[in-house]
């Protein structure tokens, strides 16, 4: 049949073999320029997937070991005061004593390096890692699989998911890891981690999924994903792959003590904020503007809820788009926009992700009532402040009341309520999570301003009865049940 073409047909048929070749090529990386191709392709193995048995990881690991690069970082610190620690502040009265005679005190500097790793997005050089490994770095150097170094400069980054985008200008052509699915992952399926632990450099460790959305108390995003591939000092940045060869987390963090407990960030959630790195440098985040707590199964009974979802809010920021909307508090938000909230901690991530002044429809459950709400979402600029800072009764606390001498002492500005000077060890309060400090506000929905109050109330609850408490802890409220024994 080719005989009959002829040399000019033979040629354009080479010719659309190579432009098909190309097309496939560029899709395959990631090509093309910043302006007409998105940060990362949704690419993967599985046309051709490795094969997926323990004894056959040589094949994945050669497939995306070239995409993890080493990254080592230094920043200049400058010699600290002879006297850091001085009550009287940045102007210490000693230095100055000692200039006067002396001179000025000259100051040395040095140099402070740190190691961490990361993983290629995109030909282009964009490279992905954790905030924590390039934060405060006055230099980064990249290291390729190949020992081939580069000078990278910091393209954004984000403290709160612990994500940066650093970018290299490479020489030649690089290979690009594919991001998967996060969500997809199952408890139990093998994965790979890849980085630099302690400098020993692309160092491979496999593993499987032990848990996920682990909460660990690093900030309001906290949803990791928990491990036995080993990871150590210098990993942080770089990939955690599954079998299909994708990126599916990047590797955070680790318990010190712990053996086989490891943590990678869900790659969705780099995917979130990655298009706003690379244009801003920094993430835009919604905000709502409620403090809110987990919904206890003893919280549920109190709030008329069939089992614990939700979650319930403890306080209202003033001005916020929480307020605004006529959230209050002691609602639960069972929905936000559609989506069920499961578990407390799922809402400020799904509230994050939503562009600032979109409408949204938040369903509360509201005194055993459900209702909607619509909510301009509103930017989030300025974290709200972390909650911080008699007679003995039955459920084990001491109270004093609040007279508006003390309330003026606690900073409160004349509010009034039941002090805990003292809680019992082992005992209802101490179980339910009281603190030395906390001020009552509210028992069972009703201000209480008198220890008898709070002693009447004890005292007609039933055996396995539910007391519900509002209570101010530091600059925040939150709820506290207590049940009796």
């Not at 007609?460 to 802890?473: D, W």
């Amino acid at each position: 049949m080719l005989k009959k073409i002829g040399i000019r047909g033979k040629l354009l048929i080479a010719l659309g073999f190579i432009a098909v070749g190309y097309i496939i090529s560029s899709a395959y990386f990631g090509g093309g320029s910043s302006n007409s191709t998105p940060l990362w392709k949704e690419i993967s193995f599985k046309d051709n997937p490795p094969p997926s048995s323990l004894s056959n990881f040589v094949e994945l690991v050669r497939r995306v070991k070239p995409a993890v690069v080493n990254i080592s970082t230094s920043q200049v610190i400058k010699e600290k005061p002879l006297f850091p620690h001085s009550p009287f502040g940045p102007k210490d009265p000693f230095e100055e004593f000692m200039e006067k005679f002396f001179g000025e005190i000259p100051r040395r500097e040095f140099r402070q390096r740190s190691l961490g790793s990361g993983v290629i997005i995109n030909r282009e050089g964009y490279i992905l890692t954790n905030n924590h490994v390039v934060e405060n770095a006055t230099e980064i150097t990249v290291i390729l699989s190949d020992e081939e170094e580069y000078e990278a400069k910091k393209i954004g980054s984000d403290a709160k998911t612990d994500l940066a985008l650093i970018k290299i200008n490479p020489h030649g052509e690089l290979t690009v890891a594919p991001l998967g699915d996060s969500d997809k992952l199952e408890i139990g399926e093998w994965v790979i981690a890849i980085g630099n632990p302690y400098g020993l450099g692309h160092t491979v460790t496999a593993g499987i999924v032990s848990a996920k959305g682990r909460a660990l108390g690093f900030g309001p995003y906290d949803s990791f994903i928990q491990t036995d591939a080993s990871i150590n000092p210098g990993n942080s940045g770089g990939p955690l792959i599954n079998m299909n060869g994708e990126v599916v987390g990047i590797n955070t963090a680790i318990i010190a003590a712990a053996q086989g407990i490891g943590f990678a960030i869900p790659i969705n959630l780099a995917k979130d904020i990655l298009p706003q790195l690379k244009e801003k440098g920094k993430v835009t985040r919604g905000w709502l503007g409620v403090m809110i707590q987990k919904v206890t199964p003893e919280l549920a009974k109190s709030f008329g809820l069939e089992k614990p979802r939700g979650a319930l809010v403890s306080d209202i920021i003033e001005g916020s788009p929480a307020e605004k909307a006529g959230i209050m508090k002691g609602d639960i938000i069972l929905e936000f926009n559609r989506i069920p909230i499961k578990e407390w901690n799922e809402l400020p991530a799904i509230v994050a992700r939503t562009p600032p002044g979109k409408v949204v429809e938040i369903k509360i459950l509201r005194q055993n009532k459900e209702m909607s709400l619509h909510v301009t979402i509103g930017e989030l600029r300025e974290e709200p402040v972390a909650l911080q800072k008699g007679k003995k009764e039955d459920l084990g606390l001491s109270l004093q009341e609040l007279t508006p001498e003390l309330s003026r002492q606690f900073g409160m500005q004349g509010e009034l309520g039941l002090l805990v000077v003292g809680v019992e060890p082992g005992s209802p309060a101490d179980d339910a999570g009281f603190r030395k400090g906390d001020i009552i506000r509210e028992i069972n929905h009703k201000p209480v301003k008198r220890i008898k109050e709070y002693k009447d109330i004890v005292a007609k609850a039933k055996p396995s009865e539910t007391i519900l408490f509002y209570v101010r802890r530091g600059s925040g409220y939150i709820y506290i049940a207590v049940r009796m024994r």
